[in-house]
Every structure is written in structure tokens, then in C-alpha cells.
């Protein structure tokens, strides 16, 4: 099955900086990674996707890379804002051949310091 | 986006005991719903696959007979965790497919705390 690292589990980083958490995947056959923000004791929001057909998108603040030769892709945060902290989730899945659910990561708490 | 419910919130049984918690899609139809467990401070752990009118897909490690799922139409599923115990406290998460094909997407419930004294 699927398995997904994520790197680093916290990251600290100073109000209006740019934060970079990094998630690596094992199976080469999964087309469909998206990332999600969790508050304490709330659901996981979705804040950007990306299909393996596209190298990189971005919306407003957020943007994602993903490197399918790697197995590798990113969520960069730019001009973070306090309301940014909070734990975020990478996931992968293997979409439209049999509806598999998401192997997440572990997980990356944001902490943006004022 | 389309609004996934559940019920209870909130549970606190007694150790031995059986729960049920509801996993409704409110605005639209979804053939697929997942079950998913959050321990604190930990990240979410697919359980299984619920698929309407057909038998539930456990993953790896994941008793049947413990945790059932029932699909019953297509918008209800639940989860009835049997004889639970203090280690079944958990963070528990449903979710439902919209869409089809590749471009789908999951939406997620509010969750359910369990907690087993």
C-alpha cells in the first residue's frame, strides 16, 4: 500500500516568512495529493490539491509542487499570518480506479510567531 | 462545497459497550464514505471503505467483527464500534465521496470524540 512521509513534524517560523513542508510517497501509481489544514479537535480542511498531471499550483498565498519522477511534493505558504498556524496534512490516494481513501502523513504543526 | 454530518459529536460509554456513530452526506448522493480514526496528537488512519449495498473494505489491522459498517443508502453510513474499550478512545472521522472518475473529492465530517471508561 501506499505510505507517506512528511517532514518536518513542527516548523516554527516568524510572521510574514515562508514556510515549506515537504511530503515524499512510495507508490508511483497514486495520481492525487492533497493537502489539508486541522485545527485542534476540528475536521481537516482542504486548502490546495494537485493531480499528477500538473507540476505545481497555486492559490493566493498557497501553492504545491509535486515531482512524480521524485515522488515528492510540497506546500509552500508565503507571507505567513498567525491565523496560518496550525497542524497541516499531506495526503495521496489513487483516484478514479476504485475510490481508495487517503494515506496521510504524520502531520506538520506550523507555529507563526508574531 | 457539499456538507457531511455526524452524530453523536460526542460520546462517553462505559467499557464493554456498543456505539453508533452516524455519517450522513446532507446535499448530495455519495455511493462512497470512508471511516477514518484520529488518537491525539496523531494523523488520520483510513479504517475502511464504506461502499453503499455492498460490504465495507477494512484496511490492515482492522477488526470487522469490532468496528461495523453499514451503508445503507446513499447518504447514510455508520460506524458501530462493539464491546468497546479504553484504547477504542479515539478521534473518529467519516467522509464522502462527490463526483466520479478522477475528479472527485472527499469531504470530511465534523468527527466524533470517543471516550471508553
Known amino acids: 500500500g501506499e505510505n507517506v512521509e512528511q517532514h518536518p513534524s513542527t516548523l516554527s517560523v516568524q510572521e510574514g516568512d515562508s514556510a515549506v513542508i515537504k511530503c515524499t510517497y512510495s507508490?508511483?501509481?497514486?495520481?492525487?495529493f492533497p493537502w489539508y489544514k486541522q485545527e485542534l479537535g476540528k475536521r481537516p480542511q482542504l486548502i490546495i490539491d494537485?493531480?499528477?498531471n500538473v507540476g505545481e499550483k497555486k492559490d493566493q498565498r498557497i501553492a504545491v509542487t509535486l515531482n512524480k519522477t521524485a515522488k515528492h511534493f510540497s506546500l509552500h505558504i508565503t507571507e505567513t499570518q498567525p491565523e496560518d498556524s496550525a497542524v497541516y496534512f499531506c495526503?495521496?490516494?489513487?483516484w478514479g480506479g476504485g475510490a481508495d481513501g487517503l494515506t496521510f502523513g504524520k502531520g506538520t504543526h506550523l507555529i507563526i510567531q508574531p | 462545497g457539499a456538507v457531511v454530518s455526524q452524530h453523536p459529536s460526542r460520546v462517553i460509554c462505559k467499557s464493554g459497550t456498543s456505539v453508533k456513530i452516524e455519517c450522513r452526506s446532507l446535499?448530495?448522493?455519495?455511493?462512497?464514505m470512508f471511516w477514518y480514526r484520529q488518537f491525539p496528537k496523531q494523523s488520520l488512519m483510513l479504517m475502511a471503505t464504506?461502499?453503499?449495498?455492498?460490504?465495507?473494505?477494512?484496511e490492515q489491522g482492522v477488526e470487522k467483527d469490532k468496528f461495523l459498517i453499514n451503508h445503507a443508502s446513499l447518504t447514510l453510513s455508520t460506524l458501530t464500534v462493539t464491546s468497546a474499550h479504553p484504547e477504542d478512545s479515539s478521534f473518529y472521522i467519516c467522509?464522502?465521496?462527490?463526483?466520479?472518475?478522477?475528479?472527485?473529492?472527499?469531504?470530511f465530517g465534523p468527527g466524533t470524540r470517543l471516550t471508553v471508561l
Open positions: 464504506s461502499n453503499e449495498g455492498s460490504k465495507a473494505t477494512y
Open positions: 495526503a495521496a490516494t489513487l
Open positions: 494537485i493531480r499528477s
Open positions: 507508490d508511483s501509481a497514486s495520481n492525487y
Open positions: 467522509s464522502a465521496l462527490s463526483g466520479s472518475g478522477e475528479y472527485n473529492e472527499q469531504f
Open positions: 446535499d448530495f448522493q455519495a455511493t462512497t
